[in-house]
């Protein structure tokens, strides 16, 4: 699939600045290498603002995942290092080619999710209100 991707210079501005400053400000307090920056940047120059913000949202939920499984299935512990490039290359990929498909998973997940929290909530508190009558 070949996509036709058009942004705008303004654009274009914004998702460097995003991609390049969230893992600079990153890298001035935890160990996240030179050219995950450089390579953020890059990319958010050729995608644009918002799909440089899903990508970086995809690296880090799939670099958290893959992470907590290496630890847990003891392959790395928590000293250890792992390469934050692979994963922010799949969140690119991702980005560019399946954006919006991935904006209608993020909305249906979170209307989903807001409406059987508060299906839980108002059963929770009926269940409250139902116990307090039998007292």
């Given at each position: 699939?070949?996509?036709?991707?058009?942004?705008?210079s303004?654009?274009?501005?914004?998702?460097?600045?995003?991609?390049g400053?969230?893992?600079?400000?990153?890298?001035l307090?935890g160990?996240?290498?030179?050219?995950?920056?450089?390579?953020?940047?890059?990319?958010?120059?050729?995608?644009?603002?918002?799909?440089?913000?899903?990508?970086?949202?995809?690296?880090?939920?799939?670099?958290?995942?893959?992470?907590?499984?290496l630890?847990?299935l003891?392959?790395?512990?928590?000293k250890?290092?792992?390469?934050?490039?692979?994963?922010?290359?799949?969140?690119?990929?991702?980005?560019?080619?399946?954006?919006?498909?991935?904006?209608?998973?993020?909305?249906s997940?979170?209307?989903?999710?807001?409406?059987?929290?508060?299906?839980?909530?108002?059963?929770?508190?009926?269940?409250?209100?139902?116990?307090?009558?039998?007292?």
């Open positions: 699939m070949i996509s036709s991707h058009h942004i705008g303004l654009d274009a501005l914004y998702g460097f600045l995003a991609g400053l969230v893992l600079f400000l990153i890298a307090v160990p996240m290498g030179g050219g995950d920056i450089k390579y953020m940047a890059a990319m958010g120059l050729w995608l644009g603002l918002f799909p440089t913000i899903a990508a970086l949202l995809i690296a880090f939920i799939m670099g958290g995942l893959i992470g907590v499984l630890i847990a003891r392959i790395k512990n928590r250890d290092h792992i390469p934050f490039g692979p994963f922010l290359v799949f969140g690119s990929i991702v980005g560019y080619f399946f954006f919006e498909e991935f904006c209608a998973l993020c909305i997940t979170f209307v989903v999710g807001f409406y059987w929290n508060q299906l839980l909530h108002v059963s929770h508190i009926y269940a409250k209100g139902q116990m307090q009558d039998s007292l």
